[in-house]
């Protein structure tokens, strides 16, 4: 059994030549903007939304600690203020 070689460079397609589109730098700039603001937009929403599950997931955690030491009264952990002797 042989391995196939791996291809390093996509498949390329050269019997059609590619188009190039002319535009006016003013729309050519407008529409860089356009995509950088969506872009912009997409992150933000991305961001928030992580946000939400992570506090949820704390929110859980938090619930679940909880319920753990209420049942489990000898376990809990007693935390102190250190003293500086």
């Not at 188009?19 to 050519?28: R, S």
């Not at 700039?29 to 704390?58: A, D, G, V």
């Amino acid at each position: 059994m042989t391995i196939p070689e791996k291809h390093n460079s996509p498949a390329v397609d050269k019997s059609q030549p590619k188009e190039i589109l002319k535009i006016p730098d003013k729309e050519f700039k407008i529409l860089i903007l356009k995509k950088f603001n969506e872009m912009c937009e997409e992150s933000e929403n991305q961001y928030k939304e992580l946000r939400r599950l992570i506090q949820n997931m704390n929110e859980i955690f938090t619930k679940e600690i909880d319920t753990f030491f209420k049942k489990n009264q000898k376990y809990k952990i007693h935390l102190k203020a250190p003293t500086i002797d």
